[in-house]
């Protein structure tokens, strides 16, 4: 058995490509299978960072702060008289949720995340890879519609969400890797593997801009609308 067979048996998508002259007008499968995985890890790294951004309008800070001085306290100092000024109305939300709740909610998701990181390679070999991914991005999206109403809930609720969330996360680059070490030739490897990183910068740099302005001009009050699209 020649090198070159002995790859086609391990790696089938490779069987018959390009030796096949009928199938030099095709593209690649690996490179369609790198470009879902690339867009799978662009929509999950969109949907981790998406509550950093509408967190900022989910909060009343400006009840949040007189709750914080509602102290009382004997100034005897006579204050310095301020410029008249003209301040933008800022966007207040509906949840007092205090920095330290903001800080358990955030840091629920790598909770969840870090967990899942050495079984999802094992998952993907038992059950297949791309079952694992697919369920991976379709429980990931369900997960981030209902985040709106776990915000309504409770903290807890918020939280749980975004710890479950990060759970189904934590599978997808390791599945990612184990489907590129079955598919990926050795010279393309390298590649696919620094493009599927790209893809999760690209999900964090659109949804930044993204996020902000469906908070201020989105449907279903601004900010859920983030959720309900990612």
Known sequence: MTMHSAFEDSCPLFRGYPADPSKRGYLPARYVLTFLIVAARC????????LSVTIVVMVNHTALNLIENDT??????????????VTT????????????????ILGGYFYGFVCTQVVGGRMAEIAGGKWVMGLSVLIASLLTAVTPFAADVGVAAITIVRVMLGLVHGVAMP???????????LAERSTMLALCIVG???????????????????????????????
């Open 43 to 50: 929509l999950e790294y969109a949907q981790r960072a998406c």
């Open 72 to 85: 009382p306290s004997v100034d005897d100092t006579c204050e310095v008289p301020q410029a008249i000024n």
């Open 89 to 104: 109305p800022k966007q207040e939300g509906e949840y007092l949720w205090t920095p330290s709740m903001q800080g358990i």
């Open 175 to 185: 599945t990612a890797f184990a489907m590129f070490g079955h598919w990926a030739p």
């Open 200 to 230: 999760d910068h690209i999900g964090t740099i659109l949804t930044m801009p993204l996020a902000g302005y469906l908070c201020e001009h989105g449907f279903a009050g601004g900010w859920p609308s983030v959720f309900y699209i990612l």
